[in-house]
């Protein structure tokens, strides 16, 4: 499914619930598909807690520069954060070196 402009609005203007939009949506259709892959913008907004809220498995890739591998820990509590407020069966897949 192909991005679009109105996404840029999603961080700014929210309203209670919205973080289980993407997991409502992709449940419309999950049983035609073996795997569906999301994939989030490179920051902690609002459009990843949504992927995370929608997500069963997660796999964060890192570049294996210093400032990168230090941020992996940032994700790693916004996944225990999402696992613990709106998606019990989060699983961290893997960390991926590129």
């Known amino acids: 499914i192909s991005s679009h402009i109105d996404l840029a609005e999603v961080d700014v203007r929210r309203e209670p619930g919205t973080e289980g939009l993407l997991r409502e949506a992709i449940a419309k ?5 073996d795997y569906i892959i999301i994939d ?3 920051h902690l907004g609002f459009l990843t807690w949504m ?3 929608a997500a069963h498995l997660v796999y964060i890739p890192v570049r294996t520069e210093p400032y990168d591998v230090m941020g992996v ?3 790693l509590d916004t996944i225990a954060k999402v696992n613990r407020r709106s998606n019990p069966r989060l699983r961290v897949g893997g960390v ?3």
């Open 96 to 98: 991926i070196p590129t």
């Open 40 to 42: 989030s913008p490179p």
């Open 73 to 75: 820990n940032l994700i």
């Open 29 to 33: 259709i999950k049983t035609d598909y």
């Open 51 to 53: 992927a995370l809220t």
